[in-house]
């Protein structure tokens, strides 16, 4: 065991956060800390970090055990460079090799033969420590680390002063992975890592051999690693044993079960209460009544929490139809100062597309969002946006034009016209607002909140084009879930940015990577993206190998030379041959993937208008229109399915279009 949780309680302001945590933290334990926002996670891990004391229990440390926890207390005002900053932790091994430089010097100066059995023995202890704690290679691991975290060779000797505050937060994550704790703590690892440093960081973490406490609202990243979970939710706590998704059956069970033995303990009281109150007033039966009445008084009763909040559902009322082709840029052209981000880059978005933008930080994915939402200049090329389009753009800056002396419904309101008013608390509850959250001002809201009620105001009145960076910023599990659902529903174009992969897997249609100035396009969601990319590099060199890839990973070598000059002419013409032939048959695969969902769509298409028509024939009955609550029903049956088949011809467009292009490809 390397540390114990052994009763911990912890209340703020009069509420209790959670009371009575046990918990055994071994090596090789991967547990998520998770719960709604307030539930007090993050107060737990800094309880467990000895950051903060509990108000009851004990954090119980085996002796010589580490605990490191991911901090967000970095001064962004130093002058000192990164690659200075990260080595610090390693400054330990520093004074190890000073001790070791000086023993040297005296055992050189003593002479052989003559030195002391104290000396040596000083000698063999430090150099011991000094090669266990890894000083002959510090700086090459400062190096793998850094790369691995997304720093270019150059970035790592500016000043701290020059980098965000996200890049800072990978400084010190860089410095926790680097001091090699037994026991980590962290919260959000991945809020600020762009998908090859999160790929990266997962690996560096299966490596790890201590234990793990993760706070993480990235699903695919507690899916991957979690093995136990622990809840805190309405101050108490509960521990499942288990993957991430077993942790949420295993509830669901649960729930299921309180739900029933509550139903069968309400029966039972109310059978009590009603021999009670039949009987009360009757001297014969008194000794029953009271012994009834005492052993109601003696009864635990079953509460249950009110359903999780990520069961409401937001639907984004549909938006005006745009024109086929919603914005195209051709050529563009775009530097900041010397640095050349884009030169003649072209991209186009048709009516219906749900493009997700991936590549490494730094690669220009922010820069294009913003081009194409109109709000970023460029300097040469063209950029057309397409008839009647309507664009709506969230950006994280957008939480800071929030004002903090308005209430959150107040905030909303600004952003309404009239007819929207009578919805404003409806529309606030789908974004997990309800009861006296929307009294709250501004001003107290967390972060996570703050994101909720700045995409609230934006998707109030939806455009028809919606472009979204990093939209599940600060948002946790709940939120993500009620967002994902509603533009998986969403009628309009979609172009996005983001780091959460289940989100992206579930919202995106199209991929097209970043890179150097460079766009690279694929079909589908991002896992198969990289399925694609993947399977492009194969037998090259590893995708993580360009991103500072840990352990020395390197491209592979170059296949030997062939016997035979025939032979080695035929090999170099299969080897140039092969990734056309990929390509290839990538291409002909989307082709017949989307020629079948274009044949589904048809078969639905004809179903539902033959629905249409015989709803057609039923209002030309006469009789029909002597009931006109029937006509109105009727009606509305016939607008709705009028609204599906248009939103059927519009999917048929879109992928009659694609099917189109790729036939082009393939002659």
């Not at 669901?252 to 139903?263: C, D, G, N, V, Y």
Request: aromatic share 6%; glycine share 8%.
């Amino acid at each position: 065991m390397l540390l114990r949780l052994d009763g911990i309680s912890k209340g703020f302001a009069g509420r209790t956060l959670f009371s009575g945590v046990d918990l055994d933290v071994r090596a090789g334990d991967r547990i998520g800390l998770v719960g709604p926002n307030g539930a007090g996670k993050t107060t737990l891990l800094r309880i467990v970090a000895e950051d903060e004391a509990p108000d009851a229990g004990r954090v119980v440390v085996s002796r010589g055990v580490r605990v490191g926890m991911l901090r967000q207390e970095i001064d962004p005002t130093l002058d000192r460079p990164v690659r200075e900053e990260v080595a610090s932790v390693l400054a330990r091994l520093d004074a190890l090799e000073q001790e070791l430089r000086q023993l040297e010097a005296e055992i050189a100066r003593a002479g052989s033969g003559e030195v002391s059995a104290e000396v040596a023995a000083r000698y063999d202890r430090a150099r011991a420590a000094f090669e266990l704690g890894g000083g002959f290679e510090r700086e090459a691991r400062v190096e793998r680390v850094l790369a691995g975290l997304g720093f270019e060779p150059d970035d790592r000797g500016r000043p701290l002063r020059s980098f965000s505050g996200g890049w800072l937060m990978r400084v010190e994550l860089a410095k926790l992975l680097l001091s090699a704790p037994d026991v980590l703590l962290l919260d959000e690892p991945t809020n600020h890592l762009d998908l090859p440093s999160i790929q990266w960081f997962e690996e560096t973490l299966t490596g790890f051999r201590g234990g793990v406490i993760v706070i993480s609202h990235d699903r695919t990243f507690l899916r991957r690693h979690v093995s136990r979970v622990l809840e805190l939710e309405g101050g108490r706590c509960t521990l499942y044993e288990g993957s991430y998704d077993r942790y949420l059956a295993q509830r669901e069970e649960r729930r299921t079960q309180l739900l029933a033995r509550k139903a069968s303990q309400d029966r039972e009281i109310a059978q009590v209460e009603r021999f009670i109150e039949r009987f009360r007033y009757k001297a014969t039966k008194a000794r029953q009544v009271q012994s009834r009445l005492k052993a109601l008084e003696k009864v635990d009763r079953i509460v249950i929490e009110a359903p999780s909040r990520r069961r409401l559902r937001l639907r984004i009322p549909p938006p005006e139809r745009a024109g086929d082709v919603v914005i195209a840029l051709e050529d563009i052209h775009k530097s900041y100062g010397s640095t050349k981000v884009y030169q003649g880059a072209s991209l186009k978005l048709r009516r219906g597309d749900r493009l997700a933008l991936v590549g490494p930080n730094g690669a220009g994915k922010s820069t294009l969002l913003r081009i194409l939402a109109g709000v970023l200049p460029f300097d040469s090329g063209r950029r057309e946006p397409g008839h009647n389009v309507q664009i709506g753009f969230f950006a994280q800056h957008q939480l800071e034009s929030l004002d903090p002396s308005r209430t959150v419904l107040e905030e909303l309101a600004s952003a309404a016209r009239s007819d929207d008013v009578p919805r404003l608390r409806g529309h606030l509850g789908a974004f997990l607002f309800s009861g006296e959250d929307v009294d709250k001002k501004v001003s107290v809201l967390s972060g996570g909140e703050k994101a909720r009620l700045a995409l609230a105001k934006m998707l109030l009145r939806p455009a028809n084009f919606l472009v979204l960076d990093e939209p599940t910023n600060h948002l946790d599990v709940d939120a993500c879930e009620v967002l994902e659902e509603a533009l998986r529903e969403y009628q309009g174009t979609l172009a996005l940015i983001s780091h959460d992969r289940t989100f992206l897997n579930a919202v995106a249609t199209r991929v097209v990577e970043v890179r150097a100035g460079r766009l690279r396009e694929f079909l589908g969601n991002y896992d198969e993206y990289q399925r694609a990319t993947t399977e492009a590099e194969a037998p090259g060199r590893s995708a993580v190998a360009g991103h500072g890839a840990p352990h020395g990973v390197e491209g592979s070598a170059p296949p030997p030379a062939a016997k035979g000059q025939e032979e080695t002419r035929a090999s170099n013409r299969k080897a140039a041959g092969a990734p056309g032939r990929e390509a290839e048959r990538l291409r002909r695969k989307a082709r017949d993937k989307t020629a079948k969902q274009i044949a589904a769509l048809e078969a639905d298409i004809l179903v539902r208008e033959s629905a249409l028509e015989a709803l057609g024939w039923k209002l030309g009955d006469p009789e029909i229109y002597k009931n006109g609550d029937k006509v109105r029903t009727l009606e509305a049956e016939r607008a709705a399915a009028k609204d599906a088949i248009d939103l059927l011809y519009r999917e048929w467009e879109r992928l009659a279009a694609e099917l189109e292009a790729l036939d082009e490809v393939l002659g």
